[in-house]
C-alpha cells in the first residue's frame, strides 16, 4: 500500500484500520482498490476538518454552519459509500468469512452470484 505520510490524524487512523482488517483477513486490494482507500481517507481527513470548523459556531444563527453541515454530511456519506460498496468493506465490526485470501471484489462477485442464481448455486 501506499504511504500515509500525506494524510492527517483521521486518514491515517482510517488506513491503519482498513489495512489492520485487510490483513487479519488476508485480502488484498487491487490497484483501483488503493486509490478508493485513499480517496476514503482524504475524505475522511476532510470530514474531520469539517467538524472542527463547526466546533462552537452557533449553528442557529449562522448561515455559514448551516451549509458545513450539509457539507459535513455529505463527505460523511461519500465516505461510507466508498468503504462500504466501492471497497465491500464491513460497516461494523467484521464478521467471520471462509473467503480468507480472495479481494474484496471478489468476495462481492461471489456474493452477487449467489444472488443471482441461489445459494445452492
Given at each position: 500500500?501506499t504511504?500515509t505520510?500525506?494524510?492527517g490524524?483521521?486518514?491515517?487512523?482510517?488506513?491503519e484500520?482498513?489495512?489492520a482488517?485487510l490483513?487479519?483477513?488476508?485480502?488484498?486490494?487491487?490497484?483501483?482498490e488503493?486509490?478508493?482507500?485513499?480517496?476514503?481517507?482524504?475524505?475522511?481527513?476532510?470530514?474531520?476538518?469539517l467538524?472542527?470548523?463547526?466546533?462552537?459556531?452557533?449553528i442557529?444563527s449562522?448561515?455559514?454552519?448551516?451549509?458545513?453541515?450539509a457539507?459535513?454530511?455529505?463527505?460523511r456519506k461519500?465516505?461510507?459509500?466508498?468503504?462500504t460498496?466501492?471497497?465491500?468493506?464491513?460497516?461494523?465490526?467484521?464478521?467471520?468469512?471462509k473467503d480468507t485470501?480472495?479481494?474484496?471484489?471478489?468476495?462481492?462477485?461471489?456474493k452477487?452470484?449467489?444472488?443471482?442464481?441461489?445459494?445452492?448455486?
Amino acid at each position: 500500500m501506499t504511504s500515509t505520510t500525506t494524510l492527517g490524524p483521521a486518514g491515517r487512523r482510517l488506513w491503519e484500520a482498513v489495512d489492520a482488517y485487510l490483513v487479519r483477513e488476508k485480502l488484498v486490494l487491487d490497484e483501483h482498490e488503493v486509490v478508493v482507500l485513499e480517496l476514503a481517507a482524504a475524505t475522511a481527513d476532510r470530514v474531520d476538518q469539517l467538524g472542527q470548523a463547526l466546533t462552537g459556531m452557533d449553528i442557529a444563527s449562522n448561515a455559514a454552519a448551516v451549509r458545513l453541515m450539509a457539507e459535513e454530511r455529505m463527505q460523511r456519506k461519500a465516505l461510507a459509500e466508498l468503504l462500504t460498496t466501492k471497497l465491500g468493506l464491513p460497516s461494523g465490526i467484521a464478521a467471520e468469512t471462509k473467503d480468507t485470501g480472495r479481494t474484496p471484489r471478489s468476495r462481492r462477485a461471489q456474493k452477487a452470484a449467489a444472488v443471482r442464481w441461489g445459494a445452492a448455486g
